[in-house]
């Protein structure tokens, strides 16, 4: 098996937060996922990260999903692995438990599927130590929650095949994500050592009593946290440098390297007097939040960073990009016969409510954004098309607010096009409530097609403008919506 799109199904050992999270992102990117976990409460643990996922990509992005694929759970480790097309381990971290299972499971495996594991640290030369076919073994390391973060480090072991981390650096990055070859193998991967780095200088602020955990995580979450998910320490460090870079920097600080301000090389005796007080106080810091709570606030804070760095084209925001732009080509929407078309469907946000407890009025703009997005790539005019220098600019906006939409109400968008020539597209989009199919708003937009490097109006292109003009045919058929032309005016 050579091409990772034959991968249909994954396999996973272990279905915890790790190989949970792996069964929402091959699952929502319609693989189907044969889950191993003895847990009697695995069904309903992977069903709630399940939920999660879905409700972060529907936020995520408007792009065309494929058909969610199907999951069970099973009890026997050559259950997951006699369909699976890759095989992904998620167990604890023994290495004794994953040599074991592992060599289990690759009896029931077919010759040439990848074997991966996600462990956090440990050796792949020693976990692919009990294998017939070491060669087609690696670490493929995510980061928590793995159905969100893009990040997924690979690491082979001393026998592992350069065609293995070609292939699945190939099969991760079509699931949206940035795998990280690493050049060579070492404990704790990267990102994990980075982290643990900085994890042992917490345990010491927190031993010597210099802060408290709450301090401690403000110290990064509001400072260098925030730069860190653009640039990095490298880069951000080089723009500390002013114009003149890296060497200015080193000049100025590389001397603080050799200060004793931190105590990286040992770590805290993690006595129960220590760990009780790291108990103590994170239970504080969490407050009344639920494990669930906190998870759903992480998620939606992740997506609105990445969206973000999406729209900056930046860091993580670039992988994001990608896997956007594939799904797009890998499920164009097809010319529709529907008048007006049914452009997009979505739920009302947590994050969008105002102090009245309905939908607030910014995002009203925000949906019907996603609303004509999606009529402009049923013409052909999207992401693939804004790359190659053309787009469609909003020159004039007309939004109505007919009733409130409160907190996870359910709505579409029908889009109808009212007038188009080579350069103008002028659209009628209503937002309707799908529980009962009544009015909510209105949007009435004119529409300029641009050269976006020119930075002036412009003919769209042929084939765009061919498509177009079908859509505009099948809508002229159409009754003019009676609110289409309104302008805002005080009674005479």
């Known amino acids: 098996m050579n091409d990772t799109a034959e991968i249909r199904t994954i396999g996973l050992l272990g279905g915890g937060l790790i190989g949970g999270g792996w069964a929402a992102r091959a699952v929502l990117n319609g693989l189907d996922a044969v889950v191993c976990d003895p847990d009697p409460e695995a069904e309903r643990k992977l069903d709630e990260t399940l939920e999660n996922a879905r409700r972060a990509y529907a936020t995520l992005t408007i792009a065309p999903l494929p058909k969610p694929g199907t999951w069970r759970i099973v009890r026997r480790p050559e259950a997951a692995a006699e369909a699976a097309d890759l095989l992904q381990e998620s167990l604890p971290e023994r290495e004794d438990l994953k040599i074991a299972l592992l060599a289990q499971a690759e009896a029931a495996l077919r010759d040439g599927v990848i074997i991966a594991s996600s462990t956090s640290g440990l050796l ?66 990267l990102g994990n050592r980075m982290a643990q780095a900085l994890w042992r200088e917490a345990m010491w602020l927190l031993h010597d009593d210099v802060a408290t955990v709450e301090e401690i995580d403000d110290a990064l979450r509001f400072g260098p946290g925030l730069r860190w998910a653009i640039f990095g320490p490298f880069l951000t460090y080089r723009m500390a440098g002013g114009e003149a870079g890296m060497r ?18 040992n770590v805290p005796e993690l006595s129960e007097a220590l760990s009780e007080k790291l108990v103590a106080q994170s239970d504080a810091q969490a407050g009344d939040a639920s494990a669930h709570v906190l998870e759903r606030q992480r998620d939606d804070c992740l997506v609105g960073i990445l969206q973000a760095l999406r729209a900056n084209d930046c860091g993580a925001g670039r992988v994001f990009v990608e896997w956007e732009r594939a799904l797009w080509q890998s499920h164009p929407r097809r010319e529709s016969d529907e008048a007006p078309l049914r452009a997009f469907s979505g739920r009302v946000e947590p994050g969008w409510i105002d102090y009245n407890g309905h939908m607030t009025e910014s995002r009203y703009l925000h949906v019907f954004g996603h609303g004509s997005d999606a009529l402009l790539a049923a013409i052909g005019a999207g992401p693939a098309y804004t790359a190659q220098g053309h787009s469609f600019y909003a020159v004039e906006t007309h939004i109505m607010h007919l009733r409130e939409l409160p907190q996870d109400a359910r709505f579409y968008i029908t889009t109808q096009i009212l007038g188009a020539d080579d350069k103008r597209l002028h659209i009628f989009q209503t937002l309707y409530r799908t529980d009962d199919d009544v009015a909510a708003a209105t949007c009435e937009q004119m529409m300029l097609h641009v050269d976006m490097q020119a930075k002036r109006s412009c003919a769209m292109l042929p084939a765009v403008r061919t498509k177009l003009d079908r859509l505009a045919t099948l809508h002229a058929a159409l009754p003019r919506p009676v609110r289409a032309g309104r302008a805002i005016a005080m009674p005479a």
């Not at 690979?154 to 070859?181: D, K, N, Q, V």
């Not at 200015?248 to 090389?265: C, D, I, M, N, V």
Request: proline fraction near 11%; aromatic fraction near 14%.
């Open 248 to 265: 200015h920097f080193l000049r100025q600080f590389g001397p603080s390297l050799q200060w004793p301000w931190t105590k990286f090389a």
């Open 124 to 189: 792949p030369s020693r976990l692919q130590s009990g294998l017939r076919d070491p060669s087609r073994f690696l670490v493929a390391h995510p980061f928590n929650p793995s159905y969100l973060m893009p990040l997924v480090e690979l690491c082979g072991g001393a026998r592992t095949s350069a065609a293995t981390i070609e292939r699945a650096a190939a099969f991760y990055r079509r699931l949206g994500m940035h795998p990280l070859p690493l050049r060579r193998e070492i404990d704790g991967f």
